[in-house]
């Protein structure tokens, strides 16, 4: 087997006490003992309630945050004391895409200087020239289904969902190798999710890119994801190829997870109210 | 008289660029009891809708072009901005879909609690208990304890701790409970939720499906209920319409739209839905071709209408 483009080994992770300003808050454990290891190419998913860890695990992949216990590693080197050109060029190979698109986006900046904005900082990196820029916005927002016509509005213009498309094509401006999805498609319909889905799964060809990959929506990672680790309170409970782990869990939170998922079926829905 | 009656409505926002078209002849009844689900495309303007209901989009910029919403046979287009400021956290309960609008971070989720109750008890003390003659603390207490008792009632526990607390010190199942407890505190007779479930898990997210559904069965309101996700509808709603670029193109009962759909555009929808229970090839999004029939089905639908 090739070597792991993304391998977690033994993570702990704990927040410090710390005292606020209404007393001290404890010390609390969000993290123990995760064992991951991301083939490049791979799509890996996670999945576990609101609470049990999943955003504290990729800020220690994005080395924003310090393992307590055990480390990171990204192609092999670890993602934090890097020193700053070397946390530039990580930064650029690993890109995260956020549930939230409007925090995430700058308002009083065009859609055209949100995306070049990337390309200032690591055009270098990648070969591409200042004149070239305005070419590539436009060849990114085409990828994700918006247009000429959207390059110089400002974020507070466009639906949630089209917000969430221009924050993809931003990730990917920089060309990335693994890119970090925190409920990507949680704010957009059915359709343009399937859209963005299939592009996902058509760059990931093209490109050669590895997932790590962030849902509540257990559809949406079956459909993506080649592996999938559920994560409840801080630990992984199990791991393994999403087909198996979805159709014979074999731990109790799984199958809680699995059964509360609304079907589109109203047949099977005893709370819904009849018409 | 419906609850809520939208007829016709048309609106159209300006930018720099000019005017452009976002809600295109809108047609919504809304009667007391009923869940309406809408659902459909992503800046389809779903949203304008919801916030057109409680007229919150700033007259700068929204400029509606034709057709009326009338709340309880009250004209809302037309009614002056303090009637409006009442109906507002008082008979219209909102949970928006952009989160900066919802929670202060830096306010303390009881001093947001008891600021929302007392807006909505200018209008109507009785929520609190009171007549209206009361002293400034009769009212706050009578605030305070009215917030406590509702986020005890929603499953929020130890609620007279947790109101000292801040936003970013609840979970996010935590925070979207506050979030409809505010919008509830003025005792609404129609609750418009935007989105409320989107960032929750599943298991939270059916809690607060319960929630919502418990809140239809005691009080009778009536509810506008905005998803992109069909499982919700099918699980809670009681209706459902279907907004594809600025247009209804589908409505009807869950029991009837969701089981068989018409227009070609509620098919795809159904036919997007990733499943976790059967792998899945491949999921159709819309394409150019697709595109086109669902635009040729709405000519079609509209040339009926105007012959
Ligand atoms: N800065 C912090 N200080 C102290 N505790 C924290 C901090 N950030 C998160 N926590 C706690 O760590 C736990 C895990 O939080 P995390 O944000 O990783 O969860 P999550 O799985 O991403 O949840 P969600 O699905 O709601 O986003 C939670 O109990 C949370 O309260
Ligand atoms: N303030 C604004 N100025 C100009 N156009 C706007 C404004 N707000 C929204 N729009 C446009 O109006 C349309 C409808 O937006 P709306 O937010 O209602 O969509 P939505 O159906 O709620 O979408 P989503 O599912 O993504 O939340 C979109 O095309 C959007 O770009
Ligand atoms: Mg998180
Ligand atoms: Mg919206």
């Given at each position: 087997m090739s070597k792991p483009l993304l391998k977690i080994e033994g993570l702990g992770h704990v927040y410090g006490a710390r005292r606020g300003l209404f007393g001290t808050s404890p010390a609390f454990r969000a993290l123990t003992g995760i064992d991951i290891s991301v083939a490049r190419g791979e799509s890996f998913g996670l999945v576990g309630e609101s609470g049990s860890g999943k955003t504290t695990l990729t800020r220690n992949i994005l080395g924003l945050e310090r393992p307590s216990e055990g480390h990171v590693l990204f192609d092999g080197h670890p993602v934090i004391d890097l020193g700053r050109g070397g946390e530039r060029r990580l930064r650029r190979r690993m890109q995260i895409v956020f549930q939230d698109p409007q925090a995430s986006l700058d308002p009083r900046m065009t859609i055209h200087d949100t995306i070049a904005e990337a390309l200032v900082i690591h055009g270098p990196d990648l070969g591409i020239a200042r004149s070239g820029y305005t070419r590539r916005v436009l060849d990114l927002l085409e990828a994700v289904g918006l247009g000429r016509e959207h390059l110089y509005r400002h974020p507070h213009e466009f639906s949630g969902g089209q917000r969430q498309r221009i924050n993809i094509a931003r990730a990917l401006a920089v060309e990335p190798e693994l890119l970090i999805l925190?409920?990507?498609?949680?704010?957009?319909d059915v359709s343009v999710q399937a859209d963005i889905l299939n592009l996902l799964q058509r760059l990931q060809k093209e490109l050669g890119l590895t997932y790590f990959f962030i849902s509540h929506d257990l559809g949406v990672i079956r459909y993506t994801c080649d592996r999938v680790a559920v994560i409840e309170r801080g630990r992984i409970v199990e791991q393994g190829p999403v087909a198996k782990i979805f159709d014979t869990p074999s731990q109790d939170y799984t199958r809680k997870l699995m059964d509360a998922i609304p079907d589109p079926d109203p047949d099977l829905s005893p709370l819904r109210r009849l018409a | 008289m419906a609850l809520l009656d939208i007829s016709d409505l048309h609106l159209s926002m300006r930018s720099f660029e000019g005017e452009t078209p976002i809600l295109k002849g809108i047609d919504l009844t809304v009667e007391r009891g009923q869940i309406w689900g809408v659902v459909g495309e992503t800046g389809s303007g779903k949203s304008l809708t919801g916030l057109t209901i409680s007229r919150l989009l700033p007259n700068t910029t929204a400029r509606y072009t034709g057709g009326q919403v009338l709340f309880d046979g009250k004209d809302v287009l037309r009614a002056g901005e303090r009637d409006m400021r009442a109906l507002r956290g008082g008979r219209i309960g909102m949970i928006f879909q952009d989160p900066t609008t919802n929670l202060n971070p830096s306010f303390r989720i009881g001093t947001q609690m008891v600021d929302a109750a007392l807006h909505a008890a200018r209008d109507k003390p009785a929520i609190l208990g009171l007549t209206g003659r009361e002293s400034r603390r009769a009212r706050r207490r009578a605030a305070w304890q009215a917030s406590v008792a509702l986020l005890e009632s929603f499953g929020l526990h130890d609620a007279e701790d947790r109101m000292a607390r801040f936003p970013h010190e609840f979970s996010g199942g935590m925070r979207q409970r506050v979030l409809i407890a505010m919008a509830m505190i003025g005792q609404p007779d129609l609750l418009i939720a935007d989105e409320p479930t989107t960032a929750l898990d599943v298991s939270v997210q059916s809690q607060i499906l319960r929630l919502i559904h418990r809140l239809v069965e005691e009080r009778n309101i009536g509810v506008m209920f905005i998803t992109h996700n069909l499982g919700v509808v099918a699980q809670l709603c009681s209706h459902v319409a279907v907004m594809y670029r600025g247009r209804i193109v589908e409505r009807g009962p869950v029991s009837k739209v969701l089981k068989a759909p018409e227009h070609i555009y509620t098919r795809a929808l159904m036919d997007a839905i990733p499943t976790a229970r059967a792998q899945m090839d491949t999921l159709r999004g819309i394409d150019w071709p697709l595109r086109d029939r669902i635009e040729a089905e709405i000519a079609a639908t509209a040339k009926e209408v105007t012959a």
């Open positions: 925190d409920e990507p498609t949680s704010a957009l | -």
